[in-house]
């Protein structure tokens, strides 16, 4: 990207973390007149009610962003990318104030996840349909299906302790954001950007600093969640990455989630309902911080993930081994972490209490 199109995407990032900042501090507002609070509980971390669905005006700032990106030429979307993901991303979002407000079951839910997911595949399609033979190519996109819902669900679940999802997903996307600049792909690395700075102006009311001000909410954490899929395969459908450079950046929270969900599902428990048994809220109740069990996770994607990712995206044949053994050490992590925490209340006193 030529420095004059670099230098556009900065003042459009700066502008939707800006505005980003502008409708979360709206949005508290609005959830204070509404009554729109997470209340302490059994199954939550906090002491105190706080407002919910700040993501909302990260969201939206995003949205008008990736509007706002067809106006940079160089930088600018395809559009079948931008005509097919806004309607996701508000799906995703629209279906999660919706159950920030009244509560969803699991079935409109999860209908409005796989929707957002075929419109991904959708717009993926045309590499797809020539990378592969016909069958191959339905079989790759009903996958890609599945692993957006994922993603989407994923985070939502990982969305529980001051700071944790917002630091992630923006951490991430700079990640992202490196990895394109390097394979020279403008497009990729003004999503990124736009990504990251709508994260950008989320994080300053929900950091740890001592407490979050306001929870993102499903409202943001599936949204959110939707556009880290988006830009990950499109980053491997355009070959700025391979697949297992984007598995190494998400390993923190797809090991955690997933691990934490098979281990419910094997024990017979609700495994839809709330619960407090992902790996960062036992080191959050365990340390009795919130802003510990973040920088757990923010350090194994600086030390670990992040450099493996770019190692995996400068040789890719070695990177489904790289994925292999990260993912095997954050298998290893995410046990041995948990049985440290059972232990914990002998030194640190109630490993139920709210941090």
Known sequence: MMTSGLRQVLLLAALVAVLAGVLVFAMMAYARRRGLLDQPGQRRLHRRPTPRGGGAGAVLALA??????????????????????????????????LDDHRGLGIGPRLGAHLAAGALLALSLWAQLAAAFAPPLALLLAAALVLATAWSINLHNFMDGSDGLLAMQVFTLALAFAWMAARSDQPALLALALLLAAALAGFLPFNLPLPRARVFMGDVGSGAFGFMLAALAFAGVARGAWPLPAALLLVSAFAVDASATLLSRIWRGRRWWRPHREH??????????????????????????????????????????????????????????GKRACRRAPRRHGNRHAPV
């Open 64 to 97: 008008l962003g990736l509007l706002l990106l067809r106006l940079l030429p160089g930088a600018a979307l395809p559009w079948r990318w931008t005509l097919l993901w806004l309607p996701a991303l508000l799906l995703t979002a629209l279906v999660g104030a």
């Open 279 to 336: 790996l960062y809220q036992w080191l959050a109740r365990a340390w009795h911080s919130h802003a510990q069990a973040l920088l757990v996770y923010l350090g194994w994607n600086l030390l670990l993930a992040i450099p493996l990712a770019l190692w995996a995206q400068h040789d890719a044949g070695l990177g489904w081994w790289l994925v292999i053994g990260l993912y095997m050490l954050a298998g290893v992590a995410w046990w041995q």
